[in-house]
DNA sequence: GATTAAACCGACTCACCTGCCGGTTTTATG
DNA sequence: CATAAAACCGGCAGGTGAGTCGGTTTAATC
């Protein structure tokens, strides 16, 4: 919690929040409304994990939540509408998790090596119901060019966000701009491969002794920058 | 096409094959069906590239493949009776091509390295239609019982046999059994995720530079046993 | 306290997909 | 040629989900 490293994590939620306006609910009835609407796409999340995109239907929404289909429609007047906001919910809280956890962890023991802390809490964040839910939402994406439309511009939206932040995230990378690009796309890749192999790959040590691996990999891009 | 490595294909296939009975088409009359069979499945998993699961339909298959839906219902009763059609197709071609390619290769330049040349072939039976069938199986059934039911006991098999018999594909790892089933997860993980990035990866060099490095990292993966 | 606006409710229509089934054509068999 | 069996056809019923709409309750404003 240094100030130096709030304003960063503040400028990357920033340019990932969702069109939430900072000010605060100004009028305490029309706050209602936004708790409902939180409400509302939490339960959407959930439903997304639990069922995937063909999943993600306002009926089940509705019912889960506990209001009515007309209540739903009065927030969310079509059901991309409410994809939409579960995009940059999801997109928003995973990068929000994975910087408490990175910046969390570097500021406990500042003289471990970084890169490992990183990967390893970049592996915890994929682990997580909104990354989860991210998933599924990319493969979904791939096929259905209505949800496209609302995906791809956020993923993308995210990639340069991250590109354009994470030299100052990663100072040791210091002119080595490329590979540090390099080490975040592979390792995205494989914990998103892992993720999808997990079925397959069981709960023996599998997925562990690859996840040192990786991480190990990555150490390595650093020490021979 | 040695005749060594023709034994190996051969077993692989053979375990992962169809219940496609090798006799021959005995009565020429039932030969059409099992034509008209193909054909519905092929069909199948077009739609399933261009639409995921979810356009994964009767009505979809039946229209597109030109013949009507009382003829779908005769050759496969239900629609998860395509499916595991479906799923036992895609993962016996798949495996096919990669082996054609693979032992073709080390069949024309005997002296190049292996490993890359195995890795290689892996990416581009990745960027099969094929596999993209095999991922968009793979994300459904993770939400979807009823398709986990058929797809995940022909995912564990695949795993088993690719297990059993690669220490005899890659005999250049003798005894170091766990690094080449670990370079093996590294590479499935990777591709997959590679896969799911594309979007977001773009056409830019972003996907050339990583699998080179992935090459790269499973050449050191051997070059350190 | 009356009026206006927002939040909320449930039923209806329309479209789509699945499974079913009676009927028709084609092929095999005695 | 007769008969049976298979391949094939298209329409029907049941269920589900998205979007629409008139009506009701609750809060805000004068």
Redesign the pocket.
């Known amino acids: 919690m240094t100030t130096k490293t709030n304003t960063l994590q503040d400028r990357v939620l920033a340019a990932l929040s969702p069109d939430r306006d900072v000010a605060a609910p100004t009028?305490?009835?029309?706050r209602?409304?936004a708790q409902?609407r939180e409400r509302i796409v939490q339960t959407a999340v959930d439903c997304l994990v639990e069922g995937g995109y063909a999943g993600?239907?306002?009926?089940?929404v509705a019912t889960r939540c506990g209001?009515?289909?007309?209540?739903m429609?009065?927030?969310f007047?079509?059901?991309?509408e409410l994809v939409g906001a579960v995009v940059d919910h999801v997109v928003y809280h995973r990068m929000r998790g994975y910087l408490a956890d990175y910046f969390g962890g570097i500021a406990r023991r500042k003289d471990e090596p970084l890169i490992e802390l990183a990967c390893e809490a970049h592996w915890r964040s994929v682990q997580t119901p909104d990354y989860a839910a991210w998933l599924e939402l990319a493969s979904a994406a791939r096929t259905d060019t209505e949800l496209a439309a609302i995906f791809d511009p956020v993923a993308r939206r995210y990639d340069t966000v991250w590109t354009s932040e994470m030299i100052e995230a990663f100072p040791q990378w210091k002119d080595h701009w490329d590979l540090l690009k390099l080490a975040h796309d592979f390792t995205s890749a494989v914990h998103s491969g892992m993720l999808l192999h997990a079925p397959v790959f069981g709960s023996e040590g599998r997925m562990e002794r690859l996840q040192h691996f990786v991480a190990r990999t990555v150490q390595q891009m650093y020490d021979s920058r």
Chains 1, 2 share one sequence.
Do not use: C, Y
């Open positions: 009028k305490w009835q029309q209602k409304s409902m993600l239907t306002t009926a089940a209001v009515s289909r007309g209540a429609h009065h927030h007047p079509t059901r991309l």
